[in-house]
């Protein structure tokens, strides 16, 4: 019996669910490994049987909040795809003000009648058995993903920082012409997209493991920074504070 | 014999002619202050002999980032077949440094059992040395590497007006000279160049003993506080293992395709200042902190590879240094380690 896969999205540009839809040669091989049985962005039929659940968006309403538990009642395995889902990502950019602020901003007066609370990542609601960080997520490891469930493998996150697959690209450091980046920091597994097409690191995968932030914020400050140009590139996609919600 | 020279025409001729019989790579300059790189050649004048350091070393033509080791088939029954991908290439402007690098690869790949897909592709690798431009990072003299007298077929000696003395290693150096017009060198030439390779050997960046003696301040060393120190702001972003020319440590990963009938076994660069690295599959790292992993990589350059194989696995090249961000330098390590068998404080590197 083939896994049966939903994708659901939250708060996001649902992007990474594009991105599922985007592996255009490979989604016949991707059919004969699993069943999609619900995802709004590419299907009309609908199920609550699922097997594996592909999460994107950060949860940033009450109504989130309910529908992740349900998801998470629903399906075996609950895997959050993409910053949005897995740390929150630029939504929690939000978070450092009053959420009443926040509608003011966006929409001004008529912003009262939305519900919006401080967003989280899918993990900080429910248990969640992987994730696939990135925005959007890479298609490969997306890809990987489904080939190791499927296998009945665990699936991993690569450790090493994007720094390594720079040099393994044969990249010259971006450092060396006038940029900052994240990469020394930064999770790999996107096989350093960004530097290798001229732009730098963001750190859109989240931190490795154990980075070492102080030496980086030394670096950045060492390469002309102020502080708070240092924090802005900590921030951008990786500002999720527990303390904050 | 009489010492030969090559001006720049015959230099753009040798390259022409080269061209013809194998992918010709050689340094080309690189967006970014200071950054060059090893690429095919397309344009001969678009070759950059005077360079201080390459980003990668010419060591990812025999022992590339990624290579397939292995094809395989589950279905309808399983069949396996080695994968050795190898073609003639010809590496031309190779400093002295990374040249002594090739040579260390070719120990440690053939010491135990020979990697048939590093020698495949050394066997098929032509080599023009070209000598080089130091710069602050660089240590060669320290490491004894400043200059080679083998590992290459030919070698250039720049004059300083675009020709080069020309120094022929092999047979097959010989043979890449046919046709190509030379003349012979002036005394004045030849004492130029000498006068050269005696000031580089006199480098700069220094360690504080002899070369000969570096496994011996590593002894006992191991708890010594020079790691943690040096660690400190280290990343372990694995920059400077990637980037090594004498590093050759690699993951192997088995990719099965999306059909699951069919697949590779890929080698991967890796190295031991990745976090990963000496993480086991219980889930256990032998070297969880950032001074191990340091005081490992160093203790393998300087004093387990140096006392096996009789030779330092480093060859001051400097492109660890040069490409950390925060430059933790070897130099420094070893001056300091050095201080501490003579029971004093470090003068630094």
Redesign the interface.
Known sequence: MKPRVAVFSFTCCEGCSLTILECENELLDVLNLVTFVRWREAMTETSDDIDIAFVDGSISTHDDVRKIKQIREMAKLVIPIGACAYNAGLNSLKNRYGMAQVKEMVYGEDGAQFDTIPARPVSAVVPVDFALPGCPIDKDEFLRTVRDLALGKTPKLPDSPVCAECKRQGNVCVFTKGMKCMGPVARGGCGALCPSFGDYCEACRGFVDNPNENSHKETLAEYGLTAAEVMNYFSLFNSYDKSQI | MTVRVIDKHGVRKLVEKLQQEAKVVAPHR??????W?FQEVTDPDLICLEYTTS??PPK?FAFP??ETLLRYQREPEFAAEAVIQSEPIILFGVHPCDIYALESLDIAYCADHGDPNWIARRQQMRLVGVDCIPDEWCFCAAMGTATVDSGYDLFLNNLGDGSYLVEVGTEAGEEMLEGIELREASAEEIAHVKKRLTQRVKQERKINDETRNLPLHFSGKAQSEVWEKHA????????CV??CPTCYCFDVVD??????KEGTRER??DGCM???FAEVASGENFREE?AQRLRHRHFRKYAYLFTKYGRPFCCGCGRCVR?C??HIDPVAIINDLIAESKGGVSRGA
């Open positions: 690189r967006e970014g202050r200071d950054q790189s980003c990668l990812e980032p990624r400190e702001r280290c990343y372990s972003c694995g920059t990637l980037v990719e099965v395709a999306l059909t699951l991967i660069w990745l976090e990963s950032r490409q961000l925060v």
